[in-house]
């Protein structure tokens, strides 16, 4: 058995690390045989609240037509109490051999969870005394944003000038988790072993900070119009040209999609009342126009549904790094139709 650890509080950055975690322990093995994946709706129990009861039968479950099985356990931050994490410590004590484990402490999604709980000293213990890798995806402040933000370009197939760095670091501010989308953006529109210049980041890094999607998409999907949603689609993502283009445009769409769903859960029940007020938090200058959408489709939907477009996001994060047989534009068609049927239910 191997036991993975996985901490942060920024969605992208963990769905980056269960993707490269799940790809390394899943190898060429076959995934609908091997890999299960368990997350809070799944722990629900009948009193509205959480146990690890199926997370733990899963990982003591015997494999079947493989060697091992890879269980992924997220929004485990939910067993923060000893009455609930309890069992978690158990199960590590006497693991299963064929089984490889990977638990994600990160916030819960369904009700919205404003701080997440801090990691339990005893299931740390267990974990350490177990073996576990623990991987931190948080890239900190200051000196240790930029050394995290040195290390991601870094293990990159691409060369990154010094110039690149810096627009690079201009372009992400506090939001760490817009360098993956970026990242893959420029891999897939310049290819492994490339230099990248500030030219190249201006031109494949999608919008400033604090910017949106083109203004017609997003109005289509707020509206719920899942045909005009899916028709202004095709003229972002360039359906007829070469793989790598539609992979970075994809990347690019869904590094600002993500971005706009993130600011309107930040704004939910944060008390705010005006434009300008959405502006200071979201941390967007000039314009106040982007906030007031931002603050208007925040309202509209509501937790629940915010709650529901992260979770779609993500998935359709993983996807585009290759857990569906998928081309990028299909994966986004799917995306953007779930995104505008939530704006259109009631």
């Known amino acids: 058995m191997s036991l993975h650890l996985i901490l942060g509080d920024d969605p992208v950055l963990i769905s980056e690390a269960v993707t490269h975690t799940v790809d390394d322990l899943v190898g060429e093995g076959d995934r609908g ?3 299960e994946i368990l997350s809070e709706g799944e722990y629900k129990n009948d009193d509205g609240g959480y146990d690890p ?31 609930d994490y309890g069992p978690l410590v158990a199960m590590l004590t006497d693991p299963m051999d064929t089984t490889d484990l990977v638990l994600v402490w990160e916030k819960g999604i369904e009700p919205k969870v404003d701080k ?16 576990g890798i623990v991987v931190k995806t948080a890239a900190g402040r200051g000196k240790e944003a930029g050394v995290w933000l040195r ?3 870094g ?5 990154f000038d010094h110039d690149a760095v810096a627009a690079i670091e201009d372009l992400i501010g506090d939001e760490s988790g817009r360098l993956i989308g970026i990242l893959r953006t420029l891999e897939g529109a310049l290819g492994a072993g490339a230099t990248v210049t500030a030219a190249g980041v201006a031109t494949y890094g999608g919008t400033e900070k604090g910017g949106t999607v083109p203004w017609a998409l997003d109005d289509a999907i707020d509206k719920g119009d899942v045909p005009a949603s899916l028709e202004l689609l095709t003229r972002l993502i360039p359906y007829e040209s070469a793989p790598a283009d539609r992979n970075g445009a994809a990347f690019r769409l869904m590094a600002t999609l993500h971005r706009r769903y993130s600011n309107m859960l930040r704004l939910d029940g944060a008390g705010v009342g005006s434009d300008k007020q959405a502006a200071e938090l ?3 200058k000039g314009s106040t126009f982007p906030a007031k959408k931002a603050l208007s489709q925040s309202r509209k939907l509501g937790t629940e549904k915010l709650s529901r477009a ?12 290759g857990t569906v047989d998928w081309p990028p534009e299909l994966v986004m068609e799917v995306l953007v ?5 939530l704006s259109a239910r009631r």
Not at 70 to 82: D, I
Not at 155 to 159: C, E, K, M, V, Y
């Open 33 to 35: 045989l091997m890999l």
């Open 53 to 83: 009861l199926r997370l733990i039968d899963a990982a003591r479950t015997p494999p079947f037509l493989t060697d091992k099985r890879v269980v992924v356990g997220r929004h485990v931050s939910r067993f923060s109490r000893k009455d």
């Open 116 to 131: 997440m709980p801090a990691l339990p000293k005893a299931l740390k213990e267990a974990i350490e005394v177990a073996g």
């Open 151 to 153: 290390d991601q370009l």
């Open 155 to 159: 293990a990159s197939d691409l060369d």
């Open 282 to 284: 979201l941390g967007m």
């Open 310 to 321: 992260i979770e779609l996001l993500a998935n359709a994060d993983m996807q585009l790094r």
């Open 337 to 341: 139709a779930r995104l505008a049927t």
